[in-house]
């Protein structure tokens, strides 16, 4: 059976750099890391993630090997 961990990481959207490219930048770096994305919380959605300002939740799970 599989076993997995969990951990929610916020993330702050800065003016700098697109919604888009924050996010993709962040999972990347997760990814590197094992961590997936399971799921984003926050009052946000595909279509209005560009113009979305503050930040968001995001729940990110990995395979735990034993």
Known sequence: MKKYEYKIHYLKLETV???????????????SEGWRLNRLYGEVGLR?????????????????TE
């Open 17 to 31: 750099k697109s919604n888009e490219q924050q996010i993709l930048d962040t999972l990347n770096q997760f990814g």
């Open 48 to 64: 209005s993630l560009s113009s979305w300002k503050g930040g968001l939740n995001m729940l990110l799970e990995r395979e735990i």
